[in-house]
RNA sequence: GGUGGGUUGGCCGAGAGGCGAGGCAACGGACUGCAAAUCCGUGUACACGGGUUCAAAUCCCGUACCCACCUCCA
């Protein structure tokens, strides 16, 4: 049975579909303001764990991850970059795809796009308006707003009561009947923004407020009521309850749980405030393959704070190419690992109990030992199946190394590797020669001289191996 | 002011009343000409002060420090 903490309950629940072997999940991705860093990459391999783990146990998922690409971020780093803020978004989608599919994040079942759903969003608004949870500015500004007094339930997804938060700094009072008010609906500023970002809505021209977006798309493609909710611990106010209120005021039920994954953090301050370049994706890449960042991201629990360091990525980088090696050694004593292996019962156990990579982890790591010490054995079917096992509970994470989603082989370039081979092979040979003759200091030099070029040897029964 | 989270061995990181998750590093042993890899073994860890209990890292009370959200944020 299927466990997970939802954020609406504080608890962790079993997980109860709302459609018998169907999972609907709905996740908050990105606005495609700026380069993605290791923190937002954190928060899409969470989830596509959950998406991972839903489809190995049995559900038929539909998994809506939405981008967003207009707001008010966007429109001022475009305008300050003197480009066209749908350039400017469209640029950093890219960059996103790029990173999503270096780290081998599922795609999911469809990404909608908030430009691409302002009709949908204005029915909804619409519809807030009829039934009095929403209102057109007084002011003539053209914004619509929602009302939070008109929603007495406000406030119940983050457990606050609307007495005790603290009034908006910039709470420019404009045409707000409540200063917790939030806009559904932006009126066109034609001074200062530009007339590709305002669209015909019945209050005028203008663009959808930040929330609204999601409310409408969830609506679309998942209908009214659906099951999962996920997105980053900031978003849970006031991006999560003001979608909630918008869409459980107009009617619908919306989602059954809300999960939140945990930030990643330097010298101890959330990522986004203290962001330097290094922390970019591209530029981690350049130290550390996508499979190891992946591998240090999946072994912390998706609830936990991380400290994010280079050292930390260094261990976890070293702790999976012990899984590695013993998959690569596997292989060469079995000819290949058989796909289709069962993960373990503790494995399972794991990931039931609200997503526990570390301790599914932790399971990964006993068996290779176990598999390991049959190692020497050479091929037999308990190998066979330990193996198999270890390489599906890698891939259930995401992490097998033979998932043609991590590209060619890490040798990389074929001629290149045969090259390579040929010059090392011929080291090697002068090296057993030395060894037969029990020359030793020759043939550690030419030891030295191989792993000085950054190339590890490994004597084994059958005769030495090289590997970068 | 309100809400929520954290403080675990040299380090990273799980767990959530009784049996020391796992990884990295270290040390000892096996293997090796020596290494590497692998295997076996070695650690009296739970911020502090009280309390509850036969038993507390885990529950309760208090203290300290850190962080997040209440404003755009994964």
Known sequence: ???????????????????????????????????????HVRSAVNFDVLQRWLRYRGY???FIRNLTDIDDKILIKSAEQG????????????????????????????EPIATGH????????????????????ADGSGDVYFDVRSWPAYGELSHQGIEDMEAAADADPRGKRDPRDFALWK??????????????????????????????????????????????????????????????????PFASYWMHNAWITTSGEKMSKSLGNSLLIPAVLERFRGIELRYYLVAAHYRSHVEFSFEALAEAATG?????????????VLGEIPAGGEPNDVFVAALDDDLGTPAAMAAIHDLVREGNR??????????????GSVRAMLAILGLDPADPAWGPGTGGDEKLTAAVDVLVRGLLDQRAAARAAKDWASAD???DQIQAAGIEIEDTPDGPKWSI
């Not at 749908?86 to 795609?107: G, I, K, S």
Request: proline residues 6%.
């Open 320 to 332: 999976f190419g012990r899984l590695e090696s013993f998959l690569e050694r596997a292989a060469d």
């Open 445 to 447: 030099a030419i030891r």
């Open 83 to 110: 480009r066209d803020w749908y350039n400017l978004a469209y640029e950093m989608h890219r960059q996103l795809d790029r990173a999503y599919a270096d780290l081998n994040v599922a795609r999911p079942t469809y």
């Open 1 to 39: 049975m299927l466990r997970l903490y939802d954020t609406a309950t504080s608890d962790v629940r079993d997980f109860v579909p709302l459609r018998d072997g169907e999972a609907s999940l709905y996740v908050c991705g990105l606005t495609v303001q700026s380069e993605p860093h290791v923190g």
């Open 187 to 252: 009126g066109w500023k034609q001074d200062s923004e530009p007339a590709t970002a305002a669209w015909p809505s019945p209050w005028g021209r203008g663009r959808p407020g930040w929330h609204i977006e999601c409310s409408a798309m969830a609506g679309k493609y998942l209908g009214p009521a659906f099951d999962i909710h996920g997105g980053g611990l900031d978003l849970r106010f006031p991006h999560h309850e003001n979608e909630q209120a918008q869409a459980r005021a107009a009617g619908r």
């Open 374 to 387: 049959l190692l020497p054995e050479g091929a037999g079917a308990e190998l066979r199946r330990v193996a």
């Open 118 to 137: 302002i009709p949908e969003m204005i029915e909804l608004i619409s519809e807030l308006v009829e039934r009095g949870h929403a209102y057109p500015a």
């Open 60 to 62: 038929r998922v539909t």
